[in-house]
Protein backbone atom coordinates (compact mmCIF):
# COMPACT_ATOMS: atom_id res chain seq x y z
CA UNK A 1 0.00 0.00 0.00
CA UNK A 2 1.38 3.34 -1.03
CA UNK A 3 1.22 5.98 1.36
CA UNK A 4 -1.05 8.91 -0.04
CA UNK A 5 -4.28 5.88 -0.56
CA UNK A 6 -3.40 5.07 2.89
CA UNK A 7 -3.55 8.35 3.96
CA UNK A 8 -6.20 9.27 1.99
CA UNK A 9 -8.21 6.15 3.98
CA UNK A 10 -7.31 7.39 7.24
CA UNK A 11 -8.93 10.57 6.59
CA UNK A 12 -12.14 8.91 5.22
CA UNK A 13 -12.55 6.68 7.72
CA UNK A 14 -11.59 9.61 9.98
CA UNK A 15 -14.41 11.62 9.01
CA UNK A 16 -16.84 8.57 8.96
CA UNK A 17 -16.29 7.26 12.61
CA UNK A 18 -16.85 11.53 13.70
CA UNK A 19 -20.23 11.00 11.88
CA UNK A 20 -21.02 7.63 13.43
CA UNK A 21 -19.89 7.34 16.56
CA UNK A 22 -19.57 11.18 17.64
CA UNK A 23 -16.78 12.97 19.78
CA UNK A 24 -16.87 10.35 22.72
CA UNK A 25 -16.04 7.56 20.58
CA UNK A 26 -13.59 9.36 18.57
CA UNK A 27 -10.99 9.55 21.80
CA UNK A 28 -10.31 6.14 22.74
CA UNK A 29 -10.90 2.79 20.72
CA UNK A 30 -11.73 -0.03 23.87
CA UNK A 31 -15.74 -0.36 24.49
CA UNK A 32 -16.26 -2.16 27.86
CA UNK A 33 -18.82 -4.87 26.37
CA UNK A 34 -18.27 -7.54 29.25
CA UNK A 35 -21.37 -7.04 31.22
CA UNK A 36 -24.23 -4.44 31.04
CA UNK A 37 -23.76 -4.69 35.18
CA UNK A 38 -20.89 -2.72 34.78
CA UNK A 39 -22.27 -0.19 32.20
CA UNK A 40 -22.35 3.25 34.00
CA UNK A 41 -26.25 2.87 35.25
CA UNK A 42 -27.25 5.49 32.58
CA UNK A 43 -26.27 3.12 29.69
CA UNK A 44 -27.93 -0.54 28.50
CA UNK A 45 -24.88 -1.55 27.69
CA UNK A 46 -25.94 -2.72 24.25
CA UNK A 47 -22.37 -3.49 23.50
CA UNK A 48 -22.99 -7.12 25.72
CA UNK A 49 -20.61 -9.25 24.52
CA UNK A 50 -18.44 -11.49 27.09
CA UNK A 51 -14.67 -11.32 26.48
CA UNK A 52 -15.00 -9.72 23.11
CA UNK A 53 -13.43 -6.36 22.52
CA UNK A 54 -14.60 -3.64 20.50
CA UNK A 55 -11.59 -1.80 18.76
CA UNK A 56 -12.14 1.24 16.57
CA UNK A 57 -12.65 5.11 16.82
CA UNK A 58 -8.88 6.70 17.16
CA UNK A 59 -6.44 4.48 16.59
CA UNK A 60 -3.60 6.29 18.78
CA UNK A 61 -2.61 5.30 21.93
CA UNK A 62 -0.89 7.58 24.58
CA UNK A 63 1.51 5.65 26.72
CA UNK A 64 3.54 6.69 29.81
CA UNK A 65 5.49 4.05 31.83
CA UNK A 66 6.94 3.90 35.52
CA UNK A 67 10.80 4.36 34.74
CA UNK A 68 12.19 0.85 35.19
CA UNK A 69 10.13 -0.13 32.40
CA UNK A 70 10.54 2.96 29.83
CA UNK A 71 13.06 0.64 27.69
CA UNK A 72 11.12 -2.07 27.60
CA UNK A 73 8.00 -0.26 26.76
CA UNK A 74 9.57 1.80 23.83
CA UNK A 75 10.80 -1.33 22.21
CA UNK A 76 7.03 -2.91 22.85
CA UNK A 77 5.86 -0.31 21.12
CA UNK A 78 8.67 0.04 18.34
CA UNK A 79 7.61 -3.18 17.59
CA UNK A 80 3.79 -2.76 17.07
CA UNK A 81 4.37 0.35 15.19
CA UNK A 82 6.55 -0.50 12.88
CA UNK A 83 4.85 -3.93 11.84
CA UNK A 84 1.37 -2.24 11.97
CA UNK A 85 1.60 1.18 11.13
CA UNK A 86 -0.60 2.12 14.41
CA UNK A 87 0.30 5.35 16.20
CA UNK A 88 1.17 5.42 19.57
CA UNK A 89 2.57 8.23 21.60
CA UNK A 90 4.73 8.97 24.82
CA UNK A 91 2.18 11.06 26.69
CA UNK A 92 3.56 13.98 28.58
CA UNK A 93 2.33 12.82 31.82
CA UNK A 94 0.27 9.78 33.66
CA UNK A 95 -2.40 11.65 33.81
CA UNK A 96 -2.89 12.29 30.06
CA UNK A 97 -1.90 8.44 29.14
CA UNK A 98 -4.39 6.11 27.57
CA UNK A 99 -2.34 3.28 29.04
CA UNK A 100 -0.14 3.17 31.76
CA UNK A 101 1.92 1.13 32.68
CA UNK A 102 3.11 0.08 36.08
CA UNK A 103 5.46 -2.43 37.84
CA UNK A 104 4.45 -4.69 40.51
CA UNK A 105 6.33 -6.96 41.94
CA UNK A 106 4.24 -8.67 44.23
CA UNK A 107 1.89 -9.18 41.29
CA UNK A 108 0.59 -13.26 41.07
CA UNK A 109 0.94 -13.32 37.57
CA UNK A 110 3.33 -12.19 34.92
CA UNK A 111 1.20 -9.35 33.92
CA UNK A 112 -2.54 -7.82 33.88
CA UNK A 113 -3.93 -5.37 32.08
CA UNK A 114 -7.28 -3.45 34.07
CA UNK A 115 -9.47 -0.73 32.79
CA UNK A 116 -9.18 1.75 35.14
CA UNK A 117 -11.81 4.36 33.92
CA UNK A 118 -14.67 4.50 31.63
CA UNK A 119 -16.48 7.23 29.67
CA UNK A 120 -20.02 6.91 28.52
CA UNK A 121 -20.93 7.45 25.07
CA UNK A 122 -24.82 8.15 24.43
CA UNK A 123 -24.06 7.35 20.57
CA UNK A 124 -23.73 3.71 21.42
CA UNK A 125 -25.52 3.14 24.36
CA UNK A 126 -22.42 1.58 26.09
CA UNK A 127 -19.00 3.17 27.88
CA UNK A 128 -15.60 2.82 26.25
CA UNK A 129 -12.47 2.50 27.78
CA UNK A 130 -11.02 6.10 28.96
CA UNK A 131 -8.19 4.50 30.91
CA UNK A 132 -6.27 1.27 31.22
CA UNK A 133 -3.55 0.17 33.50
CA UNK A 134 -1.13 -2.69 32.74
CA UNK A 135 0.57 -3.97 36.06
CA UNK A 136 4.32 -6.17 34.76
CA UNK A 137 5.91 -7.85 37.49
CA UNK A 138 9.44 -7.37 36.91
CA UNK A 139 11.89 -9.69 38.70
CA UNK A 140 11.82 -13.06 39.49
CA UNK A 141 11.13 -15.82 37.49
CA UNK A 142 10.80 -14.60 33.17
CA UNK A 143 8.27 -15.25 30.76
CA UNK A 144 9.06 -17.24 27.87
CA UNK A 145 9.82 -14.11 25.62
CA UNK A 146 11.06 -12.05 28.38
CA UNK A 147 9.31 -9.05 30.43
CA UNK A 148 9.58 -6.73 27.11
CA UNK A 149 7.27 -9.35 25.74
CA UNK A 150 4.30 -9.38 28.29
CA UNK A 151 4.37 -5.77 27.84
CA UNK A 152 3.65 -5.98 23.97
CA UNK A 153 1.25 -8.89 25.33
CA UNK A 154 -0.60 -5.98 27.26
CA UNK A 155 -0.76 -3.72 24.53
CA UNK A 156 -2.10 -6.07 22.26
CA UNK A 157 -4.87 -6.47 24.89
CA UNK A 158 -5.80 -2.39 24.58
CA UNK A 159 -5.05 -2.29 21.06
CA UNK A 160 -7.83 -5.21 20.84
CA UNK A 161 -6.29 -8.72 20.90
CA UNK A 162 -7.77 -11.75 22.56
CA UNK A 163 -5.71 -14.13 25.11
CA UNK A 164 -4.02 -16.78 23.40
CA UNK A 165 -6.96 -15.79 20.17
CA UNK A 166 -9.11 -18.68 22.09
CA UNK A 167 -12.91 -18.55 21.80
CA UNK A 168 -14.62 -18.19 25.31
CA UNK A 169 -14.90 -21.73 27.37
CA UNK A 170 -12.14 -23.32 24.89
CA UNK A 171 -9.27 -23.15 27.74
CA UNK A 172 -9.16 -25.56 30.69
CA UNK A 173 -9.70 -23.80 33.79
CA UNK A 174 -7.22 -22.72 35.79
CA UNK A 175 -4.63 -23.18 33.32
CA UNK A 176 -3.40 -21.16 30.22
CA UNK A 177 -4.08 -21.47 27.00
CA UNK A 178 -1.84 -22.10 24.97
CA UNK A 179 -2.25 -21.25 21.38
CA UNK A 180 -0.36 -23.87 18.80
CA UNK A 181 0.64 -20.79 16.38
CA UNK A 182 3.53 -18.26 17.24
CA UNK A 183 1.82 -15.20 18.96
CA UNK A 184 2.38 -12.40 21.03
CA UNK A 185 -0.89 -13.17 23.11
CA UNK A 186 0.39 -16.49 23.95
CA UNK A 187 0.69 -16.56 27.83
CA UNK A 188 4.19 -15.86 29.18
CA UNK A 189 4.01 -19.88 30.59
CA UNK A 190 3.49 -21.27 26.80
CA UNK A 191 6.10 -22.55 24.70
CA UNK A 192 5.32 -20.42 22.07
CA UNK A 193 5.59 -16.81 22.87
CA UNK A 194 7.93 -14.96 20.64
CA UNK A 195 9.96 -12.00 21.81
CA UNK A 196 7.56 -9.27 19.82
CA UNK A 197 4.39 -9.74 17.76
CA UNK A 198 4.69 -12.52 15.29
CA UNK A 199 2.96 -12.39 11.76
CA UNK A 200 -0.38 -13.99 13.35
CA UNK A 201 -0.50 -10.91 15.61
CA UNK A 202 0.23 -8.40 13.04
CA UNK A 203 -1.75 -9.11 10.53
CA UNK A 204 -4.80 -9.31 12.94
CA UNK A 205 -4.03 -6.03 13.66
CA UNK A 206 -3.79 -5.20 10.48
CA UNK A 207 -7.21 -6.61 9.78
CA UNK A 208 -8.70 -4.96 12.66
CA UNK A 209 -7.58 -1.60 11.37
CA UNK A 210 -7.29 -1.70 7.46
CA UNK A 211 -7.92 -4.34 5.26
CA UNK A 212 -9.52 -7.33 6.77
CA UNK A 213 -12.24 -8.28 4.39
CA UNK A 214 -14.44 -10.83 2.79
CA UNK A 215 -12.35 -12.99 0.79
CA UNK A 216 -13.60 -14.14 -2.96
CA UNK A 217 -16.94 -13.33 -2.18
CA UNK A 218 -18.85 -14.87 -4.99
CA UNK A 219 -22.74 -15.30 -5.66
CA UNK A 220 -24.54 -17.71 -7.19
CA UNK A 221 -27.98 -18.69 -8.08
CA UNK A 222 -29.74 -22.06 -9.04
CA UNK A 223 -32.90 -22.46 -10.65
CA UNK A 224 -34.24 -25.02 -8.02
CA UNK A 225 -34.00 -23.04 -5.33
CA UNK A 226 -34.82 -19.43 -6.55
CA UNK A 227 -32.16 -17.84 -3.90
CA UNK A 228 -28.75 -16.18 -3.84
CA UNK A 229 -26.15 -18.23 -2.84
CA UNK A 230 -22.85 -16.57 -1.18
CA UNK A 231 -19.58 -17.91 -0.36
CA UNK A 232 -16.64 -16.17 0.94
CA UNK A 233 -13.39 -16.64 2.91
CA UNK A 234 -13.28 -15.43 6.50
CA UNK A 235 -9.94 -13.52 5.76
CA UNK A 236 -10.25 -11.71 8.86
CA UNK A 237 -8.89 -14.50 10.73
CA UNK A 238 -11.45 -16.16 12.55
CA UNK A 239 -13.37 -13.87 15.24
CA UNK A 240 -15.00 -11.41 13.81
CA UNK A 241 -18.53 -11.45 12.35
CA UNK A 242 -19.08 -10.46 8.91
CA UNK A 243 -21.95 -7.70 7.98
CA UNK A 244 -23.50 -8.69 4.50
CA UNK A 245 -26.20 -6.24 2.33
CA UNK A 246 -27.74 -8.21 0.47
CA UNK A 247 -29.10 -5.93 -3.02
CA UNK A 248 -31.55 -6.11 -5.86
CA UNK A 249 -31.19 -3.87 -8.95
CA UNK A 250 -34.84 -2.61 -9.58
CA UNK A 251 -33.84 -1.16 -13.18
CA UNK A 252 -32.31 1.59 -12.16
CA UNK A 253 -29.94 1.56 -9.12
CA UNK A 254 -29.44 -1.29 -6.46
CA UNK A 255 -31.75 -1.36 -3.85
CA UNK A 256 -31.13 -3.09 -0.60
CA UNK A 257 -33.13 -5.44 0.67
CA UNK A 258 -31.52 -6.64 3.61
CA UNK A 259 -28.91 -6.74 6.23
CA UNK A 260 -27.61 -9.40 8.10
CA UNK A 261 -24.68 -10.37 10.35
CA UNK A 262 -23.21 -13.41 9.68
CA UNK A 263 -20.82 -15.08 12.65
CA UNK A 264 -17.68 -16.35 11.31
CA UNK A 265 -16.16 -16.99 14.36
CA UNK A 266 -14.68 -20.61 14.27
CA UNK A 267 -12.51 -20.89 16.78
CA UNK A 268 -8.71 -21.67 17.15
CA UNK A 269 -8.79 -25.22 17.93
CA UNK A 270 -9.95 -25.76 14.48
CA UNK A 271 -7.33 -26.06 12.00
CA UNK A 272 -8.88 -23.30 9.10
CA UNK A 273 -9.81 -21.22 12.14
CA UNK A 274 -8.71 -18.16 10.11
CA UNK A 275 -9.73 -19.08 6.51
CA UNK A 276 -12.80 -20.90 6.61
CA UNK A 277 -15.35 -20.68 3.98
CA UNK A 278 -18.10 -19.56 4.84
CA UNK A 279 -22.01 -19.65 3.35
CA UNK A 280 -24.86 -17.63 3.27
CA UNK A 281 -28.11 -18.00 1.55
CA UNK A 282 -30.69 -15.83 0.58
CA UNK A 283 -34.31 -17.20 -0.41
CA UNK A 284 -35.86 -14.45 -3.03
CA UNK A 285 -39.17 -15.73 -1.64
CA UNK A 286 -38.76 -14.07 1.55
CA UNK A 287 -38.06 -10.21 0.05
CA UNK A 288 -41.48 -10.54 -2.00
CA UNK A 289 -39.47 -9.27 -4.99
CA UNK A 290 -39.43 -10.71 -8.48
CA UNK A 291 -36.71 -12.62 -10.75
CA UNK A 292 -33.73 -10.47 -11.24
CA UNK A 293 -30.49 -9.29 -10.55
CA UNK A 294 -29.50 -9.79 -6.77
CA UNK A 295 -26.01 -9.13 -5.18
CA UNK A 296 -24.42 -9.17 -1.86
CA UNK A 297 -21.68 -6.49 -0.38
CA UNK A 298 -20.23 -6.94 2.81
CA UNK A 299 -17.03 -6.38 5.28
CA UNK A 300 -15.94 -7.98 8.57
CA UNK A 301 -17.56 -6.91 11.61
CA UNK A 302 -16.00 -6.35 14.75
CA UNK A 303 -18.56 -5.86 17.18
CA UNK A 304 -20.70 -2.97 15.80
CA UNK A 305 -18.29 -1.39 14.10
CA UNK A 306 -17.95 -1.56 10.45
CA UNK A 307 -14.20 -2.33 10.28
CA UNK A 308 -12.03 -3.35 7.07
CA UNK A 309 -13.02 -3.27 3.30
CA UNK A 310 -15.98 -3.44 1.78
CA UNK A 311 -16.20 -6.15 -0.83
CA UNK A 312 -19.06 -7.33 -3.25
CA UNK A 313 -19.70 -10.37 -4.88
CA UNK A 314 -20.72 -10.40 -8.47
CA UNK A 315 -23.82 -10.20 -9.41
CA UNK A 316 -26.46 -13.37 -10.01
CA UNK A 317 -29.69 -13.76 -11.63
CA UNK A 318 -31.98 -15.40 -9.47
CA UNK A 319 -34.76 -16.79 -10.66
CA UNK B 1 -36.39 -44.35 -12.42
CA UNK B 2 -36.35 -41.72 -9.50
CA UNK B 3 -32.34 -41.73 -10.00
CA UNK B 4 -32.74 -40.68 -13.73
CA UNK B 5 -35.39 -37.99 -12.68
CA UNK B 6 -33.31 -36.34 -10.32
CA UNK B 7 -30.18 -36.85 -12.39
CA UNK B 8 -31.77 -34.90 -15.11
CA UNK B 9 -33.10 -31.98 -12.88
CA UNK B 10 -29.94 -31.77 -11.58
CA UNK B 11 -28.07 -31.35 -15.16
CA UNK B 12 -30.66 -29.09 -16.53
CA UNK B 13 -30.77 -27.09 -13.43
CA UNK B 14 -26.46 -26.66 -13.69
CA UNK B 15 -27.02 -25.42 -17.36
CA UNK B 16 -29.92 -23.10 -16.28
CA UNK B 17 -27.42 -22.44 -13.80
CA UNK B 18 -24.23 -21.26 -15.56
CA UNK B 19 -26.21 -20.06 -18.64
CA UNK B 20 -28.10 -17.77 -15.79
CA UNK B 21 -26.41 -14.60 -16.88
CA UNK B 22 -26.62 -15.10 -20.41
CA UNK B 23 -29.94 -15.54 -20.53
CA UNK B 24 -31.10 -13.29 -18.18
CA UNK B 25 -34.10 -10.92 -19.74
CA UNK B 26 -32.82 -7.36 -18.28
CA UNK B 27 -29.74 -5.36 -18.84
CA UNK B 28 -27.11 -6.19 -16.46
CA UNK B 29 -26.93 -3.26 -14.07
CA UNK B 30 -23.53 -1.33 -13.18
CA UNK B 31 -21.04 -0.96 -10.68
CA UNK B 32 -21.58 -1.93 -7.27
CA UNK B 33 -22.72 -0.06 -4.44
CA UNK B 34 -20.39 2.73 -2.63
CA UNK B 35 -17.79 2.02 0.09
CA UNK B 36 -18.89 1.17 3.50
CA UNK B 37 -17.10 2.96 6.42
CA UNK B 38 -13.72 2.11 7.66
CA UNK B 39 -12.17 3.36 10.81
CA UNK B 40 -8.47 4.89 12.05
CA UNK B 41 -8.07 8.21 12.90
CA UNK B 42 -5.49 9.95 15.47
CA UNK B 43 -5.81 12.76 17.64
CA UNK B 44 -3.46 15.95 17.88
CA UNK B 45 -2.15 16.48 21.39
CA UNK B 46 -4.08 19.37 21.48
CA UNK B 47 -7.04 17.90 20.32
CA UNK B 48 -6.83 15.10 22.81
CA UNK B 49 -6.01 17.49 25.66
CA UNK B 50 -9.39 19.50 24.62
CA UNK B 51 -11.37 16.53 24.37
CA UNK B 52 -10.20 15.01 27.69
CA UNK B 53 -11.13 17.89 29.62
CA UNK B 54 -14.69 18.29 27.91
CA UNK B 55 -15.36 14.58 28.69
CA UNK B 56 -14.18 15.49 32.70
CA UNK B 57 -16.56 18.47 32.36
CA UNK B 58 -18.74 16.25 31.02
CA UNK B 59 -18.98 14.20 34.23
CA UNK B 60 -19.16 10.79 31.46
CA UNK B 61 -15.89 9.12 33.04
CA UNK B 62 -16.75 6.39 35.93
CA UNK B 63 -14.36 4.36 37.56
CA UNK B 64 -14.03 1.10 37.94
CA UNK B 65 -11.09 0.73 40.64
CA UNK B 66 -9.20 2.56 42.79
CA UNK B 67 -10.16 4.00 45.39
CA UNK B 68 -13.14 5.90 44.33
CA UNK B 69 -14.92 2.34 44.84
CA UNK B 70 -14.96 2.16 48.40
CA UNK B 71 -17.85 0.71 49.34
CA UNK B 72 -19.60 0.39 45.95
CA UNK B 73 -21.95 -1.49 44.54
CA UNK B 74 -21.23 -4.36 42.55
CA UNK B 75 -22.88 -7.14 40.66
CA UNK B 76 -21.22 -10.44 41.20
CA UNK B 77 -22.40 -13.86 40.48
CA UNK B 78 -25.85 -12.24 39.57
CA UNK B 79 -26.55 -9.83 42.65
CA UNK B 80 -25.69 -6.45 43.94
CA UNK B 81 -23.27 -6.56 46.74
CA UNK B 82 -22.89 -3.58 48.79
CA UNK B 83 -18.98 -3.78 49.29
CA UNK B 84 -18.10 -3.12 52.95
CA UNK B 85 -16.70 0.54 53.37
CA UNK B 86 -12.93 -0.20 53.54
CA UNK B 87 -13.09 -2.55 50.61
CA UNK B 88 -13.12 -1.38 46.88
CA UNK B 89 -12.29 -2.60 43.36
CA UNK B 90 -8.45 -2.78 43.12
CA UNK B 91 -8.42 -3.74 39.74
CA UNK B 92 -11.13 -4.56 36.68
CA UNK B 93 -8.88 -7.47 35.26
CA UNK B 94 -9.52 -7.45 31.33
CA UNK B 95 -5.96 -9.29 30.93
CA UNK B 96 -3.77 -11.36 32.38
CA UNK B 97 -0.40 -13.30 31.57
CA UNK B 98 -0.68 -15.94 33.92
CA UNK B 99 2.68 -17.90 35.93
CA UNK B 100 3.18 -21.12 35.48
CA UNK B 101 1.43 -22.58 39.10
CA UNK B 102 -0.04 -18.88 39.74
CA UNK B 103 -4.01 -18.25 39.76
CA UNK B 104 -4.96 -18.40 36.03
CA UNK B 105 -8.61 -17.22 36.01
CA UNK B 106 -10.38 -18.54 33.07
CA UNK B 107 -13.36 -15.62 33.14
CA UNK B 108 -12.32 -12.21 32.63
CA UNK B 109 -12.94 -9.59 33.62
CA UNK B 110 -12.27 -10.52 36.96
CA UNK B 111 -11.97 -8.04 40.01
CA UNK B 112 -9.67 -7.97 42.31
CA UNK B 113 -11.62 -6.73 45.77
CA UNK B 114 -8.94 -5.38 48.37
CA UNK B 115 -9.49 -4.95 52.08
CA UNK B 116 -6.34 -4.05 54.16
CA UNK B 117 -4.02 -5.89 53.21
CA UNK B 118 -6.20 -8.71 51.96
CA UNK B 119 -7.19 -9.26 48.17
CA UNK B 120 -9.75 -11.49 46.27
CA UNK B 121 -9.90 -12.51 42.82
CA UNK B 122 -13.71 -12.82 41.54
CA UNK B 123 -15.19 -13.30 38.46
CA UNK B 124 -18.45 -11.14 38.31
CA UNK B 125 -20.25 -13.06 35.76
CA UNK B 126 -20.21 -16.24 38.07
CA UNK B 127 -18.90 -15.34 41.25
CA UNK B 128 -15.93 -17.62 40.96
CA UNK B 129 -13.19 -16.94 43.54
CA UNK B 130 -10.00 -17.64 41.62
CA UNK B 131 -7.62 -16.50 44.21
CA UNK B 132 -7.48 -15.56 47.74
CA UNK B 133 -4.46 -13.84 50.04
CA UNK B 134 -5.98 -12.60 53.14
CA UNK B 135 -3.66 -10.95 55.60
CA UNK B 136 -2.82 -12.50 58.44
CA UNK B 137 -5.79 -12.18 61.38
CA UNK B 138 -8.65 -11.13 58.80
CA UNK B 139 -9.42 -14.85 57.41
CA UNK B 140 -12.87 -12.88 57.13
CA UNK B 141 -12.15 -10.39 55.34
CA UNK B 142 -14.45 -11.74 52.50
CA UNK B 143 -16.76 -13.11 54.04
CA UNK B 144 -19.26 -10.99 53.31
CA UNK B 145 -19.20 -12.52 49.85
CA UNK B 146 -19.87 -15.47 50.99
CA UNK B 147 -23.34 -15.56 50.06
CA UNK B 148 -22.95 -14.60 46.62
CA UNK B 149 -20.01 -16.77 45.74
CA UNK B 150 -18.77 -20.18 44.81
CA UNK B 151 -15.36 -21.40 45.84
Not at chain 2, 13 to 27: E, M, N
Amino acid sequence: MTRRPFLTTLVAAAMALMLLAGTGSAHHFTYLGEDPDFQDGRWSGVENYAFYWWSAASSSLWWWAESDLQTGTQTAVANWQSATGLPFYKAPSRATADLVIVENNDLEAFGIVELTEVAADPGRDANYTYRAQATIRNSGEAPVGGWQATIAHEIGHVIGLHEGYQDANNEEEGEAFCNPQSTIMNSGSCANRPEKPSSLDINRVINLYQTGEMLNLTSSSSWFTNSLHVTWQDGAWGEYEHRLYLYYWDGAKWAMLDHVSHTAQTGTRESNWNNRTLTRTFPRSAYGKPAGYYMVCGYPLFRHGGVGTWRCSNYSWVY
Amino acid sequence: MKKVLVSGLTAAGLILTATASLSAPVKAPPAAPAAAPALAASLAPAEKLRLQEQLEGDGRIQALSGPRTLGALVSIGGRKIQLPADAFIAKFVVGIDCMPGGPCPDELPFLILARGQSQVWVGPRTGRIFHERTAPGHDQAFAFLREVTQP
